[in-house]
């Protein structure tokens, strides 16, 4: 029957990705989840309920993102890209946070909801850091909590670290945002070469001449009196 080849070579060009490109996909969903993961874990460590909670989710878009290019799901590398666009927005804020930008303050509750006086792990256990412990407040002390400044004599101060980290992940996303176009832009191309009618481009030159005119062809027939 017409119908099977048509159907195999839907198929086949639905999971027509190079593959190369596909080696690029894991390389590169790779390197992300290493940097979301490093970056999760540090978090962790200093109690920044936000950016966990932003790490967690954008780890699992990644996921999706690769799920949508090995599986022709154009919707998925659409929620990532969009994602991407979000990745970036954040970690530019992140960047005007640490750095003071537009009033915000790197001493703020911001990034633990205000749920604790933690700030940033690299705060204190940055390179060539040494840290002393000084009681809090009366107002928000509570029994035998301890505020752990950093004195000087780092090598690196804690909200470049976290600055460079949030440049990195822009850099990626950004990358990655161009990587999930052109992978969508490469599954519509391949769409578009179907036809309805008669199929594939291909698959219609090669089935034309190959044809044969049928001897059961339905002729009119004329009643006559």
């Not at 190079?18 to 996909?25: E, F, K, L, T």
């Not at 540090?42 to 967690?56: E, K, M, R, S, V």
């Not at 970036?88 to 006086?117: H, M, P, R």
């Amino acid at each position: 029957m017409r119908i099977s080849p048509i159907n195999d070579q839907v198929i086949k060009n639905k999971s027509q990705i190079p593959w190369d490109n596909r080696a690029v996909s894991h390389l590169y969903t790779a390197e992300i989840k290493a940097a979301a993961l490093e970056r999760q874990v540090f978090d962790f460590l200093g109690f920044q309920w936000a950016p966990i909670l932003a790490n967690f989710l954008h780890v699992l878009v990644v996921i999706v993102g690769l799920f949508g290019a090995l599986q022709y799901r154009p919707r998925y590398l659409a929620l990532y890209a969009i994602w991407m666009v979000l990745w970036v927005t954040w970690n530019t804020f992140l960047v005007c946070f640490y750095l003071e930008v537009g009033g915000l303050s790197k001493d703020s509750d911001i990034l633990t909801f205000q749920a604790s006086v933690h700030r940033s792990w690299w705060r204190e256990h940055g390179p060539g850091c040494h840290t002393r412990s000084e009681v809090l407040p009366a107002g928000r002390a509570t029994p035998g909590s301890l505020a752990y400044i950093s004195v000087p004599g780092c090598l690196l101060e804690y909200q470049y670290l976290e600055v460079g980290h949030s440049g990195l992940q822009i850099v990626l996303s950004l990358t990655g945002f161009i990587y999930a176009c052109y992978i969508i832009n490469l599954f519509t191309d391949n769409e578009d070469s179907f036809d309805f009618i008669g199929g594939f481009d291909t698959y219609t030159t090669a089935y034309q001449a190959t044809h044969k005119p049928s001897h059961l062809q339905l002729q009119p027939v004329y009643m006559t009196k």
